[in-house]
């Protein structure tokens, strides 16, 4: 991620976690008091860089609205369109589980806002309940293979 951290948007803002849930499946809902407190509000304005490809990386985020551009920025053929990520969508899953540097660069579309799970927040978990961790990398490992 670049030097820059994106925009927090309030805490006073209510967010469903019914798609965060909908992303991890039932497994990490049944654990939704110990995972709930460790995101992080993200808000970022539009045509803002999220994920500096190459970059290594240690956050995975979820769209709760808006939506991010993801581009290949060393294809060798300049900047590759590769896909677009919606409310529901997660981008940063290699990079929680491995510590991989980023695969590709990712911009806001628009306004955006996303709720991100550091590699910190998976520890605090694992520490407090580690079969929600381990529902947490099952999920996301089913998403990367």
């Not at 993801?70 to 529901?88: A, C, N, R």
């Not at 929680?96 to 579309?109: C, D, M, Y």
């Not at 628009?110 to 381990?134: H, K, M, N, V, Y």
């Amino acid at each position: 991620m670049n030097s820059k951290v994106p925009g927090a948007y309030s805490n006073q803002d209510s967010i469903d976690f019914s798609i965060v849930w909908e992303y991890f499946g039932s497994a990490a809902a049944s654990y939704a008091n110990v995972l709930e407190p460790v995101f992080q509000r993200v808000k970022l304005a539009a045509n803002e860089r999220l994920i500096r490809q190459g970059d290594i990386g240690d956050t995975l985020y979820i769209v709760l609205a808006g939506r991010l551009r993801v581009i290949d920025e060393e294809s060798g053929v300049g900047d590759q369109f590769l896909t677009f990520k919606e409310p529901g969508d997660g981008v940063g899953e290699i990079a929680l589980l491995t510590s991989e540097r980023r695969t590709a660069s990712v911009f806001a579309e628009c306004e955006t806002f996303l709720l991100s799970l550091s590699r910190q927040g998976l520890d605090e978990i694992s520490q407090q309940a580690p079969e929600a961790a381990r529902a947490v990398r099952a999920a996301l490992t089913q998403k990367v293979h």
